[in-house]
């Protein structure tokens, strides 16, 4: 079945760096959209990152643009949140979520494939 392990979490201080990986297993992955999302405690899971097949093309949320880079690497089944410059707001469970084609999904209800998430927590 269909399966997205993510891992790399952790707590750092504010100003550190983290990077977080998505495994995937059960998809012919270069054919997926793939894309982060993070949810704050008492708050709804919002957008972070996506990157569409190929790779090449990516978008990422206002709020960590220039500090966050979602990347892929399709041989590794495997996509990435390299995170610089981390804030306290940055605290979250972060999760990745995979959609079959390739679009500007932006909407947590746009996926049905999600990992079961990493927990950022950032301290100040």
């Known amino acids: 079945q269909v399966q997205l392990v993510e891992s790399g979490g952790g707590l750092v201080q504010a100003g550190a760096s983290l990077r977080l990986s998505c495994a995937a297993s059960?998809?012919?992955?270069?054919?997926?959209?793939m894309a982060w999302f993070r949810q704050a405690p008492g708050k709804q899971r919002e957008f972070v990152a996506i990157i569409t097949t190929g790779g090449g093309s990516t978008k990422h949320a206002d709020s960590v643009k220039g500090r966050f880079t979602i990347s892929r690497n399709d041989a590794k089944n495997t996509v990435y949140l390299q995170m610089n410059t981390l804030k306290p707001e940055d605290t979250a469970v972060y999760y990745c979520?995979?959609?079959?084609?390739?679009?500007?999904?932006?909407?947590?209800?746009?996926?049905?494939?999600w990992g079961q998430g990493t927990q950022v927590t950032v301290s100040s």
């Open positions: 979520a995979a959609k079959y084609g390739s679009k500007w999904w932006t909407g947590n209800g746009d996926y049905d494939t």
């Open positions: 059960g998809l012919t992955f270069s054919s997926y959209t």
